[in-house]
């Protein structure tokens, strides 16, 4: 079992930055590889980033590629997304998510993670 919380969200004007945190308890947190994904109001879920076990390979959607950096201090068992130039559509609840991976693997979809956070939540004004 892992149990993962969001924190970092918060109210930021257009152009500024957050960075948000993830930190995870449980099991060994070096054996899941790392998503986070979002949820506007009246949207679906959306894939944001991922990254592998080991840190080694991460993909971005195109929306915020460029913008967002994603990274994770496997000692610390946390995952990190650092959000610049945030513009008014990145408003969402942000969630990150495990999945149970080895190696450079990364998922995309949500169905491919094992467990997820409660979600925090991240308002962009113009």
């Known amino acids: 079992q892992v149990q993962l919380v969001e924190s970092g969200g918060g109210l930021v004007q257009a152009g500024g930055s957050l960075r948000l945190s993830c930190a995870a308890s449980?099991?060994?947190?070096?054996?899941?590889?790392m998503g986070w994904f979002r949820q506007a109001p009246g949207k679906e879920r959306e894939f944001v980033v991922a990254?592998?076990?080991?840190?080694?390979?991460?993909y971005y959607a195109d929306s915020v590629k460029g913008r967002f950096t994603i990274s994770r201090d496997n000692a610390k068992k946390t995952a990190y997304l650092q959000m610049n130039s945030l513009k008014p559509e990145d408003t969402a609840v942000y969630y990150c998510a495990a999945a149970r991976g080895s190696g450079y693997r990364v998922y995309l979809s949500g169905h491919d993670y094992d467990y997820w956070g409660q979600g925090t939540q991240v308002t962009v004004s113009s």
């Open positions: 449980g099991r060994t947190f070096s054996n899941y590889a």
């Open positions: 990254i592998s076990w080991n840190g080694g390979n991460t």
